[in-house]
């Protein structure tokens, strides 16, 4: 069983900064790629940004490229995600997950294929 804690939510203000971190206990977690997702009220879960195994390859949603950055620490069993010029629509619940997988290199956008989840954290940007 592995566990997800994600810490880091809260509030900012239009084009500000928050950094998301997500501690992962259980297994090895350099078995595991990882992600972030996020779901705003009454939308549904979206994919934010994924990290290989490795580390050496991400992969963001269109709406974050540039402004988000993914990384984790393969030591310290952590995942971050660093979130600039932060904006009202950045507004969710964020989600950290992981799932099992042979590729060192594969991301994944798909929630379906990780397999733990945290239980999320609030961010909430205002105008």
């Known amino acids: 069983q592995v566990q997800l804690v994600e810490s880091g939510g809260g509030l900012a203000q239009a084009g500000e900064s928050l950094r998301l971190s997500c501690a992962v206990s259980?297994?090895?977690?350099?078995?595991?790629?990882t992600g972030w997702f996020r779901q705003a009220p009454g939308k549904e879960r979206e994919f934010v940004a994924s990290?290989?195994?490795?580390?050496?390859?991400?992969s963001y949603a269109d709406s974050v490229k540039d402004r988000f950055t993914i990384s984790r620490d393969n030591d310290k069993n952590t995942v971050h995600l660093q979130m600039n010029s932060l904006k009202p629509e950045d507004t969710a619940v964020y989600y950290c997950?992981?799932?099992?997988?042979?590729?060192?290199?594969?991301?994944?956008?798909?929630?379906?294929?990780?397999?733990?989840w945290g239980q999320g954290t609030q961010v909430t940007v205002s105008s």
């Open positions: 990290i290989s195994r490795s580390g050496g390859r991400t």
């Open positions: 997950a992981a799932r099992p997988t042979f590729d060192t290199a594969a991301t994944s956008a798909r929630w379906s294929e990780y397999d733990y």
């Open positions: 259980g297994r090895t977690f350099s078995w595991y790629g």
